[in-house]
């Protein structure tokens, strides 16, 4: 049993994680809290926010020595703020943490172990939970392949969930399963495999920047795996409050980068203009009730 312990207690000294922040207050100060003293070092990406918003906050943690603050004269989107956590950073396993989480006690050495006792384990992702201690969506997905893209947004996925690319509707197992992608909320990579792949494409402001992430290392030989023993409680929504139609807009760039880049250019290519066109509907037709709802 000691053995055990001081193996998990090697893991999570490992870990380095990696918050990018943007007007999160009180949130960040919670996730910081059930972080701070678990893991090797916390590294905080601050994409601008309001001093007010973000400067009472770190303050309560600077007496930590493993805590730093990486403050962007400018909001870079997630992307370029996790790389340039990642750039601050020193630890062999890469944890990025939404500020609107809560990590359970045991996430870290739960995620380590993973990739510990699976040498080509690249990436790792924990249990989203809501407030009603249910797995939320969007945690574990399958390949948005066109078609699954499709049931998604047209709601299909409803009446046919085996069409769905998210995989919350599946039973869970008790051990580590193998995915295709996990949610960037709360996502463990090796430092090694997020170097290879050249980390988050800057292309991406926000949203579709973990599946892509994922897929690139799938395709170069890494296993993408969900473990449901870890566990996190994840606040949907807080950096973008107020900000919807923002946070919509980059959403629906973000998928016509991710068809464009991952379609590639064989037989599939020619849907390309299908897709962008069906994206941008999407997107209006979203913005339009968006409007009409706030007007009332």
């Avoid at 399963?177 to 996990?182: G, H, K, L, Q």
């Amino acid at each position: 049993m000691d053995k055990l312990r001081e193996f998990r207690q090697y893991s999570v000294a490992k870990i380095s994680v990696i918050i990018v922040n943007h007007n999160a207050g009180s949130a960040l100060n919670n996730c910081l809290a059930s972080v701070i003293d678990k893991v090797f070092e916390v590294v905080v990406v601050d994409n601008r926010s309001e001093p007010e918003n973000f400067e009472p906050v770190v303050s309560c943690f600077e007496k930590y020595t493993r805590f730093r603050v990486v403050r962007l004269l400018k909001n870079t989107g997630f992307s370029a703020g996790c790389n340039a956590g990642v750039a601050a950073s020193s630890g062999n396993y890469l944890l990025f943490l939404n500020p609107d989480c809560i990590c359970l006690a045991d996430l870290f050495e739960k995620l380590a172990e993973v990739l510990d006792n699976n040498p080509r384990a690249g990436i790792v992702g924990g249990m989203l939970l809501g407030e009603d201690c249910k797995e939320q969506g969007g945690g574990r997905r399958a390949e948005p392949t066109i078609w699954r893209a499709f049931t998604r947004a047209s709601g299909l996925w409803r009446v046919w969930r085996r069409g769905d690319y998210h995989l919350e509707h599946q039973k869970t197992s008790k051990e580590p399963v193998e995915v295709d992608a996990v949610s960037g909320a709360c996502l463990m990579i090796r430092r090694e495999v997020f170097q290879e792949i050249g980390g988050f494409d800057e292309a991406y402001f926000l949203h579709c920047e973990d599946l892509d992430l994922c897929l690139t290392a799938k395709r170069r030989g890494w296993q993408v795996f969900s473990c449901p023993d870890a566990r996190v409680f994840h606040s949907k929504g807080v950096c973008g409050t107020g900000k919807s139609l923002f946070v919509e807009w980059h959403k629906h760039r973000g998928m016509v980068r991710f068809f464009q880049k991952h379609l590639g250019y064989g037989p599939r290519a020619f849907l390309k203009p299908m897709i962008h066109a069906g994206v941008w509907a999407r997107f209006a037709a979203i913005s339009v009730r968006k409007k009409l709802f706030s007007s009332q």
